[in-house]
T-cell receptor, first 113, second 117 residues
């Protein structure tokens, strides 16, 4: 079963615009991560935010985390055609020091040149 | 420094057959996790291996089994294949910090695409 649900399922924007994707999850977490996947390929890690952090930046990426609402958002600023991909949030809810990363359903982003 | 490598990249099997998929983790990583990704879906956690033992398992039947070798490489075996097993199988490696198991980034291979006819 999926731990997280991304919203929207699909997003189409013009190059240069910002893209915002949201993720909601169900259980308590150690951290939340965002990954990107080009069609049919492996996933690439983008950013990790720990449960005691509220916001994190990496280049054109901004991630927020609200543990009280069990939600996170990923903002991609000044989007480029090369950002076209599926984006997944993933939560680590492992216990006893063990990592167990569970993925959401994904947002398919299309950036139109 | 080689990343995570998986083999084979593509394979076709028929119902009832068995399949073995292989994964070599990124250098320095000791933990391997396997995921199944159906078309249009997010990856689903199958299981995780550390120190040659399965230490976490998702909601998959016993037909799915695995192994980790002393060099940290891993295999995923699926018996009695069903049509619904058709998917992209992803291997991810990560590093743990001793017994504490520091959670962190997963490094993924490009996957093995299995088609069951």
């Amino acid at each position: 079963s999926q731990q997280g649900e991304e919203d929207p399922q699909a997003l189409s924007i013009q190059e240069g615009e910002n893209a915002t994707m949201n993720c909601s999850y169900k259980t308590s977490i150690n951290n939340l991560q965002w990954y990107r996947q080009n069609s049919g390929r492996g996933l690439v890690h983008l950013i990790l935010i720990r449960s005691n952090e509220r916001e994190k930046h990496s280049g054109r990426l901004r991630v927020t985390l609200d543990t009280s609402k069990k939600s996170s958002s990923l903002l991609i600023t000044a989007s480029r055609a090369a950002d076209t991909a599926s984006y997944f949030c993933a939560t680590d809810g492992g216990s006893g020091g063990y990592q167990k990363v569970t993925f959401g359903t994904g947002t398919k982003l299309q950036v139109i040149p | 420094d080689a990343g995570v490598t998986q083999s084979p990249t593509h394979l076709i099997k028929t119902r009832g057959q068995q399949v073995t998929l292989r994964c070599s983790p990124k250098s320095g990583h000791d933990t391997v996790s396997w995921y199944q990704q159906a078309l249009g879906q997010g990856p689903q956690f199958i299981f995780q291996y550390y120190e040659e033992e399965e230490r976490q398992r998702g909601n998959f039947p016993d037909r799915f089994s695995g192994h980790q070798f002393p060099n940290y490489s891993s295999e995923l075996n699926v018996n009695a294949l069903l049509l619904g097993d058709s998917a992209l199988y992803l291997c991810a490696s990560s590093a743990t910090d001793g017994l504490a198991g520091v959670p962190g980034e997963l490094f993924f291979g490009e996957g093995s695409r299995l088609t069951v006819l």
